[in-house]
T-cell receptor, first 114, second 115 residues
Framework: AQKVTQAQTEISVVEKEDVTLDCVYE???????LFWYKQPPSGELVFLIR??????QNEISGRYSWNFQKSTSSFNFTITASQVVDSAVYFC???????????FGTGTRLTVIP | GAGVSQSPSNKVTEKGKDVELRCDPI?????LYWYRQSLGQGLEFLIY????????KSGLPSDRFSAERTGGSVSTLTIQRTQQEDSAVYLC?????????????FGPGTRLLVL
């Protein structure tokens, strides 16, 4: 069975602080893909990153960075120098071999206070 | 180019009525997905299409829910005899193919309220 756990339901930070959103997953597959999506107040899910299970390189994109560790089944997301525009719900998701649908975590609501 | 579009953006209906929700995927995307986002259930998969075929309907919650896709493009999700528990945001996504490594791009959703 597949499961994605985002233990942090809500996080509040003050602008310019760094924040890390945790994601822990469970799967028996050796090949799988992990995703992060952002859902701003407008409601539309915005794709942020995709990572396959064979690529454990960390990735940085501007203020965003992702730390994938298979040993701990985690795919954490860090926002550096947070901004008010980062306020949103962030979802971690997983697809597995032979299945096409995304398994989503329950999301983490991030509020950045000016 | 244009993203995934959905209509209507909001729908209010009375219990027992039928509703149709429409999704226009990104041009050229062969795979199309429907998800439901509700307070109690989070984001849950409903059905996906590869072309006009629906290989996986496992997420449809009951036989009141059905979906079709025509011309490998537009898809319609139909809910018959709506119930209050159907109230949710219905999200559509598309991807270039149905391979699991493909990124799914989401539309803005249809917010359904059943009174």
């Amino acid at each position: 069975a597949q499961k994605v756990t985002q233990a942090q339901t809500e996080i509040s930070v003050v602008e310019k602080e760094d924040v890390t959103l945790d994601c822990v997953y469970e799967t028996r597959d050796t090949t799988y893909y992990l995703f992060w999506y952002k859902q701003p107040p407008s409601g539309e899910l915005v794709f942020l990153i995709r990572r396959n299970s064979f690529d454990e390189q960390n990735e940085i994109s501007g203020r965003y960075s992702w730390n994938f560790q298979k040993s701990t089944s985690s795919f954490n997301f860090t926002i550096t120098a947070s901004q008010v525009v980062d306020s949103a719900v962030y979802f971690c998701a997983l697809t597995r071999t032979g299945a096409n649908n995304l398994f989503f975590g329950t999301g983490t609501r991030l509020t950045v206070i000016p | 180019g244009a993203g995934v579009s959905q209509s209507p953006s909001n729908k209010v209906t009375e219990k027992g009525k039928d509703v149709e929700l429409r999704c226009d995927p990104i041009s050229g995307h062969t795979a199309l997905y429907w998800y439901r986002q509700s307070l109690g259930q989070g984001l849950e998969f409903l059905i996906y299409f590869q072309g006009n075929s629906a290989p996986d309907k496992s997420g449809l919650p009951s036989d009141r829910f059905s979906a079709e896709r025509t011309g490998g493009s537009v898809s319609t999700l139909t809910i018959q005899r709506t119930q209050q528990e159907d109230s949710a945001v219905y999200l559509c996504a598309s991807s270039p193919s149905s391979r699991n490594q493909e990124t799914q791009y989401f539309g803005p959703g249809t917010r359904l309220l059943v009174l």
